[in-house]
């Protein structure tokens, strides 16, 4: 089954997009700001934490990169408007990270104060190894003017060992997560090349020591075994909730997210939404280990609609 569904994961770029994107609307809440409105209120209304992110990569000029900084600033109004109190999640590169640095800080600066007026806070998001340096640069300096920031750091990266620590010192407030991109076997800890179970030692130790150095983790993971060891030790430890939450992407696991709220644990989710819905897509279903029985049932579907 597993070389079925590694078959089929590479099978990807031959589907139609029309069928991406019926798999899609699990993943993402639709294509418009009030389509994530309405997601995030059921969400709050249900007792759960929030992050929006508003979906597009690498930005290919300064024009889109001003265009997405606006629908930033927009969603801003509009959850401010509301009183919804979720966080952004921000990729650089959609602002500009790769084109002008500058300009890309004045963009984020100016997002981060108009989030902080409405009680909005916020986290960045990291990409892939070309931009873990400057990433990691940027957040320094948003944390060191004050800005309400957090940062993700991706456990599957062997240099996180060392990233990590300056920002446990500051007790940065950070999202551990085990990361996604498709990395050269050099760059990532032993093991997780072929083997996603073999970062959760490192996941354990980043979140076990950022949480006892004081600083406020996300635990983003839809990973059952891994939640299951973190859930004893912070039990056994006698964390304070408080100091920490789960966190889970729209559509996926959700009995087990439901379980975990049920618990009494913080539980946010991370909430996409916008027209580049492709590529967010298309890793997410790489990443659901019953991808053939989708796409099958997808293809099933569609033949029977025509
Ligand atoms: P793993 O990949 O080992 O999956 C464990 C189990 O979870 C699977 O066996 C399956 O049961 C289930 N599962 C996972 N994905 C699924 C899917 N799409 N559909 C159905 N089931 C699925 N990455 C990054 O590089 N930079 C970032 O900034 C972020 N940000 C981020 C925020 C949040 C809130 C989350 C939850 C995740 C991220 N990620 C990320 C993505 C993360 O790095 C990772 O790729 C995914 O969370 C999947 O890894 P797991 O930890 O779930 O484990």
């Known amino acids: 089954m597993r070389i079925f569904n590694t078959m089929a994961a590479h099978a990807i770029p031959l589907v139609p997009r029309s069928l991406i994107r019926k798999i899609s609307r699990r993943y993402i809440a639709g294509e418009t700001l009030g389509d994530a409105r309405t997601r995030i209120h059921a969400l709050h209304a249900a007792g759960f934490r929030t992050t929006v992110d508003v979906l597009g990569e690498t930005a290919s000029s300064a024009e889109q990169a001003e265009s997405m900084a606006r629908e930033y600033l927009n969603l801003i109004e509009a959850f401010g408007a509301q009183n919804e109190r979720t966080e952004l999640s921000i990729k650089l590169t959609a602002l500009g990270l790769h084109l002008d640095e500058g300009a890309c800080m004045e963009r984020v600066s100016v997002i981060l104060r108009e989030a902080i007026s409405r009680g909005i806070s916020a986290c960045i998001d990291m990409e892939d190894t070309r931009f873990t ?142 027209h580049d819905w492709y590529g967010y897509s298309t890793r997410r279903i790489k990443e659901n280990p019953r991808i053939a029985g989708y796409i099958l049932a997808a293809m099933m579907w569609r033949d029977r609609s025509r």
């Open 133 to 274: 340096q400057k990433t990691l640069d940027a957040f320094l300096h948003l944390e060191a003017d004050g800005y309400l920031v957090g940062i993700a750091l991706q456990a599957y990266l062997a240099r996180t060992n060392d990233d990590i620590a300056p920002l446990v010192a500051r007790r940065s407030r950070m999202r551990i997560c085990k990361g996604i991109y498709a990395e050269a076997k050099e760059h990532l800890v032993d093991g997780a090349s072929t083997d996603r179970a073999a970062i959760n030692p490192h996941f354990i130790r980043h979140v076990s020591t950022a949480i006892q150095a004081g600083s406020f983790v996300g635990i983003a993971t839809h990973d059952a075994q891994l939640i299951d060891t973190l859930t004893h030790w912070l039990r056994s430890e006698r964390i304070d909730r408080s100091r920490f939450e789960f966190q889970m992407l729209l559509g996926v696991c959700e009995p087990l997210r439901d379980a975990l709220l049920a618990q009494g644990f913080n539980v946010r989710v991370y909430v996409p939404y916008g």
